[in-house]
């Protein structure tokens, strides 16, 4: 149950290995509300990611998926965390210009 205290989290390729896991992680912290898991299967896209309000991403999905996640969190003014590797430089550039709107933290190595 949603509180206004929760910081309110979706995840971005939440059917994977590491997207399952924080799933379940979120889920058992009080200060955070899963509000979406987005993946290729769920009704959930970035079209209609908006109405769950997310104050951040937490991104673990495919150096593609990144760079449009990245795109909407910057027009969208929502934060960013990023675990995704094997990003391409063009790639790392759009990153790079999406925080220049919206606040990105990006690491390769969360696992």
């Not at 590491?18 to 379940?24: A, C, H, S, T, Y």
């Not at 937490?58 to 590797?85: H, M, R, Y």
């Not at 990003?87 to 220049?100: D, M, Y």
């Amino acid at each position: 149950m949603k509180t206004s205290a929760q910081i309110q989290v979706a995840v971005f390729g939440g059917s994977g290995r590491m997207g399952k896991e924080l799933v379940n992680l979120i889920c058992k912290e009080t200060k955070l509300n899963l509000c979406a898991s987005i993946d290729a299967k769920s009704a959930v896209t970035l079209g209609n990611l908006k109405k769950y309000f997310p104050d951040v991403v937490i991104d673990f999905s495919s150096p593609e998926g990144t760079v449009q996640i990245a795109k909407w969190c910057a027009q969208n003014k929502v934060a960013l965390i990023t675990g995704t590797t094997g990003l391409k430089e063009s790639q790392e550039k759009s990153i790079q210009k999406a925080s220049k709107k919206t606040a990105i933290f990006k690491s390769a190595n969360m696992g």
